[in-house]
């Protein structure tokens, strides 16, 4: 069984800065994607960038790239969201993801072990 646990997030103005932390533990043998999603109400999950932990390829989704990096540390497990440049379209549910052999990397039904969410809220 794989644990997804996130932390960070916050509440910050328009054109700042936060990071979301991501740690995933248990049988990571069965993780080599990790994922943020992020979720707006009444809207269906999407994906925002992902990291291949083998070779540490990242995809980010169209609306956050230039603004948002994702890293991983030395062991794999962890990764870091650094959000840049903030916008109130930005506010939503994050969500840390953890997938094996995921082949439409920022596709959240291609994920099986989720975090609880950490709120971001973005004001203007």
């Known amino acids: 069984q794989v644990h997804v646990a996130e932390s960070g997030g916050g509440s910050v103005q328009a054109g700042g800065s936060l990071r979301l932390s991501c740690g995933v533990s248990?049988?990571?043998?069965?993780?080599?994607?990790i994922a943020w999603f992020r979720q707006f109400p009444g809207k269906e999950r999407e994906g925002v960038a992902a990291?291949?932990?083998?070779?540490?390829?990242?995809y980010y989704a169209d609306s956050v790239k230039g603004r948002f990096t994702l890293a991983q540390d030395n062991t794999k497990t962890t990764v870091n969201l650094q959000m840049n440049g903030l916008k109130p379209e930005d506010t939503a549910m994050y969500y840390c993801?953890?997938?094996?052999?995921?082949?439409?990397?920022?596709?959240?039904?291609?994920?099986?072990?989720w975090g609880q969410g950490t709120q971001v809220t973005v004001s203007s």
């Open positions: 990291i291949y932990t083998g070779d540490g390829t990242i």
């Open positions: 248990g049988n990571t043998r069965r993780t080599n994607f």
């Open positions: 993801a953890a997938g094996y052999m995921v082949a439409d990397r920022l596709a959240p039904l291609e994920y099986s072990s």
